[in-house]
């Protein structure tokens, strides 16, 4: 059983930064791909980013390219997404995730799930 916790959510003004964290236990977290995702009021979840089991391979939504970064440490099974340039429509419930493949994850392929983490952008 794989446990999932996220944290570094809160309330920032549009521009401003913040980082999530997602620590992982409960299987070789460097075994397996893992990414982001969001949902906001009304909206379904949808993917932000996602990066490989090696960290070599990461990719992103459209709308947050250029702006958030994806990053992994396999020695403290923790994942990271960096969120500069906020801005209102960032805001949602931002969501850790990973599947049983080592490259790709997508809403379709994840098999397990944090319990989510608030960000707030205020314009």
């Known amino acids: 059983q794989v446990q999932l916790v996220e944290s570094g959510g809160g309330l920032v003004q549009a521009g401003g930064s913040l980082r999530l964290s997602c620590a992982a236990s409960?299987?070789?977290?460097?075994?397996?791909?893992m990414g982001w995702f969001r949902q906001a009021p009304g909206k379904e979840r949808e993917f932000v980013s996602g990066?490989?089991?090696?960290?070599?391979?990461?990719y992103y939504a459209d709308s947050v390219k250029g702006r958030f970064t994806i990053s992994r440490d396999n020695a403290k099974n923790t994942m990271y997404l960096q969120m500069n340039s906020l801005k209102p429509e960032d805001t949602a419930v931002y969501f850790c995730?990973?599947?049983?493949?080592?490259?790709?994850?997508?809403?379709?392929?994840?098999?397990?799930w944090g319990q989510g983490t608030q960000v707030t952008v205020s314009s």
């Open positions: 995730a990973t599947t049983n493949n080592p490259t790709i994850v997508a809403v379709t392929n994840v098999d397990s």
């Open positions: 409960g299987r070789t977290f460097s075994n397996y791909a």
């Open positions: 990066i490989s089991a090696s960290g070599g391979l990461t």
